[in-house]
């Protein structure tokens, strides 16, 4: 008797972890990632007046978002870095890449990045340290660019973006649950609620009808093109 009690038990018990588990997997995160260059204006503008529309509304909640700050850059023959807008920008390639290192927490290094590429929009990248202080983040993605290992960070986003499939055109490059979106790159939030399993996160409601005229021809967006730029010096 006190066998099958028992039995009856861990039987309610399993039954009990199959409800908690089932809405977990039914509402799995889209995965959204973002291939960009800090010093690209299209990407700043992506990152300042889009992207950080998901931690506004909510929509973050729903979300994996990764941010791979390489994008057109490329490597010389003796292995440094060469970026499409100079050297300023291989360093905050590094330095966001460190952050993102540092700080994996989404809310914290994103906080970052929105600062940095904000004074890149207003023409000021120069003025990215005091991102820090702003964000109330220690300034160790500093220490990690002077000992070497945001190369290391860095060489590791390369080789991803290298084996992009279908190779990256341009930045900045959105892919949501594996999908590029290409020159739609700016209707992500609408992709992200198509993609999403279970109940539609509350920021859906008001741009789910966004989705029906995407076979309407759209205007390309202003982009960096991949590629361009590597003859020339900086």
Not at 95 to 117: K, L, M
Not at 130 to 137: H, Q
Not at 148 to 165: C, F, H, M, P, W
Not at 184 to 210: E, L, V
Request: neutral net charge; glycine residues 6%.
């Amino acid at each position: 008797m006190g066998f099958i009690r028992k039995s009856f038990r861990l039987f309610i018990f399993f039954c009990f972890l199959g409800i908690m588990v089932i809405p977990s997997a039914a509402s799995e995160k889209v995965s959204v990632t973002l291939y960009y260059e800090t010093l690209c204006p299209y990407c700043a503008d992506f990152i300042v007046n889009r992207l950080v529309k998901i931690f506004q509304n909510g929509l973050i909640s729903a979300v994996n978002l990764r941010l791979v700050p390489w994008g057109n850059a490329w490597f010389n023959p003796d292995g440094s870095f060469a970026c499409q807008h100079g050297s300023d920008e291989c360093l905050l390639n590094t330095i966001e890449a460190c952050t993102i290192s540092i700080y994996p927490d989404v809310n914290q290094h994103f906080t970052f990045i929105h600062c940095v590429e904000r004074f890149t929009l207003a023409g000021k990248h120069g003025a990215w340290a005091n991102c820090f202080e702003m964000t109330r983040l220690g300034t160790e993605p500093i220490d990690c660019y002077n000992s070497g290992n945001g190369y290391v960070i860095e060489g590791s986003y390369a080789r991803e973006t290298a084996q992009l499939k279908p190779p990256h055109r341009f930045v900045p490059w959105v892919i949501v649950n594996d999908k590029p979106l290409q020159e739609d790159y700016q209707n992500f939030m609408a992709y992200i609620c198509k993609a999403y399993k279970g109940t539609p996160p509350q920021a859906c409601g008001s741009i789910r009808y966004k989705t029906e005229s995407t076979e309407q021809e759209k205007p390309v967006p202003q982009v960096c093109l991949a590629n361009q730029g590597r003859n020339s010096s900086h």
